[in-house]
């Protein structure tokens, strides 16, 4: 999508236009100065307002923003589910996706499990093109809740099959264990190569170690790792070859499939981009305030690449927010600031080496910076239930050295430890200062639908 003079003539003539003629109720606002050619809709997992400020100390200093909050229009929002005050992923991506409350767990479908269309399904009727990026496994709730429709948000086998169904034109991020069969290291038991079903519908498909050409292909499915993409702190460790791609490298990837002509002069198509810092919740489970910043500080480099494509389109709408909080962070004056900075694994990574890698108090304490991990703190992270449970024992037990404090008590059953306070909205382009205010999940989808003049999606 180049923004071409003529496009900017009509823009501006449109916005004369929409100021001579009194608005019309409720009407489409078709084709005004509030009508996006492209939506920019970024998630950041579990990254409530804590996890916000929280990171910004840790990542740019006392004093200093990230990237994401020069975008110029800020709100909030709430986030309840149908089933709970406190919204799981897959409720919250449904709420944001399709405009409706449903229980936790459900992805794409209402609380009494009828499934319902998502705002990427109508820009898909409309002839937008649709992309989804997200440092998770692409089946993972969030991405899945723009194209899938399960009761069940760990039913990722389903989900796979379910992107193959709507057909984005592009998603990247990680997960290939649910698109392959066992003979080729998946976790299929039905025997189905989801992947080459994909390339027999027209799709590249990129995984780790592919080079990527340029200008990329029409039509791009990258799943660049079996599982997540591996976490920030523990990915810096690794030799260059064997490092997942960064959040930002995939937002410009997908930018440039999706702005890509692909019908010589006359694809001028508008988009749906969804982009996904996903797992800042997931350090949050498992209580890493370092792990937690690295992953947001990723997500702020995202923005900085969406924020420099708006400058170049500026008919592009970008709304931010995140699903929920998660872990009980707190922004407390206990904090050991340089302490946090030091921390050079992820938690889980640390209980993993800890519980089958047979480390001990030595590597703790290297990787942590302290001196005084000993040997029944090792004795509890390797008689935690599993790795994440090892982890967020690491985290307590780290967290008081840090004085960084997380939510005592976790929910097994729902949302392993989500929080449900509003979370900030940041927005900017077009039609952004519809989005200030106190907000609810579900007016995101229709919000969008509004500027566009399109009907709710449902
Ligand atoms: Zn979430």
Redesign the pocket.
């Known amino acids: 999508m180049r923004h071409r003079p003529f496009a900017l003539l009509l823009s501006v003539v449109a916005l004369v236009a929409c100021v001579a003629v009194a608005p019309s109720g409720a009407g489409a606002p078709q084709a005004s100065a509030e009508r996006p050619h492209a939506v920019i809709f970024m998630?950041g997992?579990?990254f409530g307002i804590s996890q916000l400020a929280f990171s910004r100390n840790v990542v740019v200093g006392k004093g200093k923003r990230f990237v994401l909050e020069s975008l110029p229009v800020v709100g909030l929002m709430t986030t309840w589910s149908a089933s709970n005050a406190v919204?799981?992923?897959?409720a919250?991506?449904t709420a944001m996706g399709a405009g409706v409350k449903t229980d936790n767990k459900h992805i794409g479908m209402d609380a009494a499990g009828k499934p319902v269309s998502t705002f990427a399904d109508r820009a898909k009727e409309q002839g937008w093109k649709l992309g989804y990026v997200t440092t998770t496994r692409i089946t993972h709730?969030?991405p899945a809740a723009c194209y899938g429709h399960v009761i069940n948000r760990d039913d990722e086998w389903t989900i796979a099959e379910q992107i193959l169904v709507q057909r984005p034109d592009v998603a990247l991020g990680g997960g290939a264990a649910f698109f392959l069969p066992a003979a080729k290291q998946g976790k299929r038991t039905d025997g189905r190569d989801l992947l080459e079903e994909a390339r027999k519908l027209g799709y590249a498909v990129w995984q780790r170690g592919d080079a990527w050409t340029s200008p990329p292909p029409d039509r791009l499915l990258g799943v660049f790792a079996n599982d997540h993409l591996a976490y920030k702190l523990d990915d810096a460790r690794l030799p260059p070859e064997r490092r997942d791609p960064p959040l930002d490298k995939l937002t410009s990837l997908a930018l440039d499939v999706l702005t890509k002509r692909t019908d010589g002069a006359k694809d001028d198509r508008g988009f749906y981009l969804m982009i996904e810092g996903?797992r800042i919740?997931h350090a949050c489970h498992e209580h890493d305030a370092a792990g937690c910043a690295a992953e947001a500080a990723d997500f702020d480099r995202a923005v900085a690449v969406v924020l420099e494509f708006q400058k170049k389109h500026p008919d592009t709408l970008v709304v931010l927010t995140?699903?929920?909080a998660?872990g009980g962070l707190a922004m407390n004056d206990t904090v050991d600031w340089d302490a946090v900075k030091r921390q050079k694994c992820s938690l889980l990574w640390l209980s993993g080496q800890v519980r089958s890698g047979g480390a001990g108090a030595a590597l703790i304490n290297e990787m942590t910076g302290y001196t005084d991990f000993g040997d029944e703190d090792v004795k509890v992270v390797r008689d935690a239930v599993d790795d994440y449970q090892g982890a967020r024992e690491l985290g307590h037990r780290l967290g008081r050295r840090q004085g960084v404090t997380w939510v005592p008590r976790i929910n097994f059953q729902d949302t392993f430890g989500?929080t449900g306070e509003d979370v900030a909205v940041f927005a900017g382009g077009p039609g952004s200062s519809h989005f200030a205010g106190e907000i609810d999940n579900t007016d995101i989808p229709r919000l969008f639908c509004k500027l566009l003049g399109w009907h709710d999606p449902n």
Request: net charge negative.
């Open positions: 998630i997992d579990g919204t799981d992923s897959g919250a991506a709730a969030t996903g919740d995140a699903d929920h998660t989500h």
